[in-house]
Structure formats: structure tokens, C-alpha cells
């Protein structure tokens, strides 16, 4: 619809530090179909020191060479001709 906001992209990420909450990773996939779908460029930024603790791997989960394989997800929405960006 011409005039209304849109969405460009989605990016995700758990949160990292002591008192970090953990992250379900079916949401951030369901984040992931749903951009899909929408045709929007998904970005997945961390998976948090939650996660990354219970993997025992880095502190902050940011690792992606050790992330599930279907969540190595960063992509970067197009840049129109008329972005100032």
C-alpha cells in the first residue's frame, strides 16, 4: 500500500552479560520464516551468553561457527537509488 510504513529488516539477537535471559531458538526461526515470507532481509546477530553457556562455547554466543547451521543468517535489505543511508 503506497504511503505506509514498511518493514526492511528484521535482525535478531539474544542478550549477552550476567543476567542475560535465554533465547528460544524456535522463535528466531519462526523470525527467520516469517521475513522470509515477507520477502525482508533477516540478519541474526548473536545467540546470546545464555546459549553460549549452556553450548560452552564464547562468552557472548557470537560465535556463528558454532550456531545451528540454519540460523547463520545475515542478510542486509537492498539500498534504493533514493536512500540517504
Same mark, same amino acid.
Given at each position: 500500500m503506497a504511503g505506509q510504513p514498511t518493514? =526492511? @529488516?528484521v535482525i535478531a539477537g539474544g542478550e549477552s552479560g550476567p543476567g542475560a535471559r535465554p533465547m528460544r531458538l =524456535? @522463535?528466531?526461526?519462526?523470525?527467520?520464516?516469517q521475513a522470509a515470507d515477507a520477502?525482508?532481509?533477516f540478519f541474526c546477530k548473536q545467540l546470546g551468553s545464555r546459549w553460549a553457556r549452556d553450548q560452552h562455547v564464547d562468552p557472548k554466543g557470537g560465535d556463528w561457527t558454532r550456531?545451528?547451521?540454519d540460523l547463520r543468517v545475515r542478510a542486509w535489505p537492498p539500498v534504493s537509488q533514493g536512500d540517504a543511508r
Open positions: 518493514i =526492511d @529488516w =524456535d @522463535w528466531v526461526r519462526t523470525l527467520r520464516d520477502g525482508v532481509a550456531w545451528p547451521t
